[in-house]
């Protein structure tokens, strides 16, 4: 755990979060600013800052992320709609938090990328 990290702190359960699902190896939460009707975050317990920090020991991990969205979506019921993945990265990708999350997005329609 990284001590002054946000997201490790709501995976230590210091700080509270509207958590939909957890396991061994991530912890998925309600958005506090939702873009839209469903807004999750899904992040490893694992603290790591960007995803340039990844590494190919990751590799599982990585792919548990998005396996985890595709599980929540269709508990969401907005599987068959639609939704969106978003991982931003450093300044220029729009990254606010500096421990790696998966937005998952939908319930409403979606406009292209800015
Ligand atoms: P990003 O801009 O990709 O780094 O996304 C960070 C996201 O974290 C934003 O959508 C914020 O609304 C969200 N966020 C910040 N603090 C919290 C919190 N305490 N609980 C839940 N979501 C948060
Ligand atoms: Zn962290």
Partial sequence: MTTDCLFCKIVAGDIPADIVYQDEHVVAFR????????????????????????????????????????????????DESGFRLVMNCNQEGGQTVYHIHMHLMGGRQLTVLG
């Fill in 31 to 78: 958005d506090i600013s939702p873009q839209a009707p469903t807004h999750i975050l899904i992040i490893p317990r694992k603290h790591v800052s960007t995803i340039n920090g990844l590494e190919s020991t990751d590799q599982l991990l990585a792919g548990h992320l998005v396996l985890t969205a595709q599980k929540l979506a269709r508990e969401q019921g907005i």
